[in-house]
């Protein structure tokens, strides 16, 4: 039996897309993807963002379930949070199953 606390639906997936949408964020997940948690001044570097910018991108991260932060002493701490990526990538594979087999059917009545 399926837990519905980790259902996959579309409305608790569709955060996860909106903020994978923007070629910062991406480049944001790609740094944190080392797995080693990292603050904003190491995530701004190589950046044309200002920190503040930086910290925007990261809370829209992090409302989408994709980073979470820890403090460390003085700094903020992001880290990737493999869950929830891999949540979107299962709900993008059972999306490509049903298509497929749509296709499938189309295909057999096509065929007659």
Not at 8 to 24: E, M, N, Q, Y
Not at 44 to 55: D, I, M
């Given at each position: 039996?399926?837990?519905?606390?980790?259902?996959?639906?579309?409305?608790?997936?569709?955060?996860?897309?909106?903020?994978?949408?923007?070629?910062?964020?991406?480049?944001?997940?790609?740094?944190?993807?080392?797995?080693?948690?990292?603050?904003?001044?190491q995530l701004?570097?190589?950046?044309?963002?200002?920190?503040?910018?930086?910290?925007k991108h990261?809370?829209?991260?992090?409302?989408?379930?994709?980073?979470?932060?820890?403090?460390?002493?003085?700094?903020?701490?992001?880290?990737?949070?493999?869950?929830?990526?891999?949540?979107?990538?299962?709900?993008?594979?059972?999306?490509?199953?049903?298509?497929?087999?749509?296709?499938?059917?189309?295909?057999?009545?096509?065929?007659?």
């Open positions: 039996m399926s837990n519905p606390r980790r259902e996959l639906t579309a409305s608790k997936v569709a955060p996860v897309f909106a903020a994978l949408g923007d070629g910062i964020r991406l480049e944001l997940l790609t740094r944190l993807s080392n797995g080693q948690p990292q603050s904003i001044s701004t570097l190589g950046l044309s963002l200002t920190r503040q910018g930086v910290s990261l809370s829209i991260l992090e409302q989408a379930r994709l980073v979470t932060r820890k403090r460390v002493g003085r700094e903020t701490r992001y880290s990737l949070q493999y869950r929830t990526l891999n949540d979107a990538g299962r709900y993008l594979d059972r999306a490509s199953e049903q298509w497929d087999d749509a296709m499938g059917r189309l295909r057999e009545l096509v065929e007659k």
